[in-house]
Nanobody, 121 residues
Framework: QVQLVESGGGLVQAGGSLRLSCAASGRTFNCLDIGWFRQGPGKEREFVAASDVRTNYADSVKGRFTISRDNAKNTVYLQMNSLKPEDTADYYC?????????????????WGQGTQVTVSS
């Protein structure tokens, strides 16, 4: 089992920044692929970014968001800059074993409880 705990959400004005954290436990961290997803009001959950053998980003966040991981701290970060109102969503950290090549939510086995991000205009 893998436990994931997100933190760092909050309310920010458009153009501002937030850094989300995802702390993992229960399994060797460097054997996990970690992804960030989000679900906005009335929307389906969507892929945001992933850290596996490389980093991957949704087109909507490329150049604004950066995913990074600190294996010594068993933590993955999502630095979000130049935030827009459309980034408003609940953000979820997800984990899976290594080797998968798609970024669908169904490919991730473990999920955190989510952290809310609200961007005001």
């Amino acid at each position: 089992q893998v436990q994931l705990v997100e933190s760092g959400g909050g309310l920010v004005q458009a153009g501002g920044s937030l850094r989300l954290s995802c702390a993992a436990s229960g399994r060797t961290f460097n054997c996990l692929d970690i992804g960030w997803f989000r679900q906005g009001p009335g929307k389906e959950r969507e892929f945001v970014a992933a850290s596996d053998v490389r980093t991957n980003y949704a087109d909507s966040v490329k150049g604004r968001f950066t995913i990074s991981r600190d294996n010594a701290k068993n933590t993955v970060y999502l630095q979000m800059n130049s935030l827009k109102p459309e980034d408003t969503a609940d953000y979820y950290c997800a984990a899976r074993g290594t080797g998968a090549i798609d970024y669908s939510s169904a490919s991730y086995n473990y999920w955190g409880q989510g952290t809310q991000v609200t961007v005001s205009s």
